[in-house]
């Protein structure tokens, strides 16, 4: 069974870090485009970062750019993404997703991913 499993979310205080994990069992994501995906409540799932099949490209939203990194360990078939000066408003459950399709050009659009993790809450408190 093919799995993403997220990690690493919890509660810090604004200005903080936290690194989450998205650890993919089942198969090998190895040339897929990987992503962050994230929803506050009452809102809509938006885009994060996302980073190339090859891995030689990344992409951030806006909000997060200077402050976030994503980046992966094909070794251990695991994605990272690093979360430094956290904000309130980063508040919200993160998901990891893969590309239904290998090779493809990085998509903004959640539609594009075919595989998902179950999500990890990140509260960030004022």
């Known amino acids: 069974q093919v799995q993403l499993v997220e990690s690493g979310g919890g509660l810090v205080q604004a200005g903080g870090s936290l690194r989450l994990s998205c650890a993919a069992s089942?198969?090998?994501?190895?040339?897929?485009?990987m992503g962050w995906f994230r929803q506050a409540p009452g809102k809509e799932r938006e885009f994060v970062a996302a980073l190339s099949w090859s891995g030689g490209s990344t992409y951030y939203t806006d909000s997060v750019k200077g402050r976030f990194t994503i980046s992966r360990d094909n070794a251990k078939n695991t994605m990272y993404l690093q979360m430094n000066s956290l904000k309130p408003e980063d508040t919200a459950v993160y998901y990891c997703a893969a590309d239904s399709f290998a090779r493809r050009a990085v998509s903004l659009r959640s539609g594009a991913y075919g595989t998902w993790g179950q999500g990890t809450q990140v509260t960030v408190s004022s």
């Open positions: 089942g198969r090998t994501f190895n040339g897929y485009v």
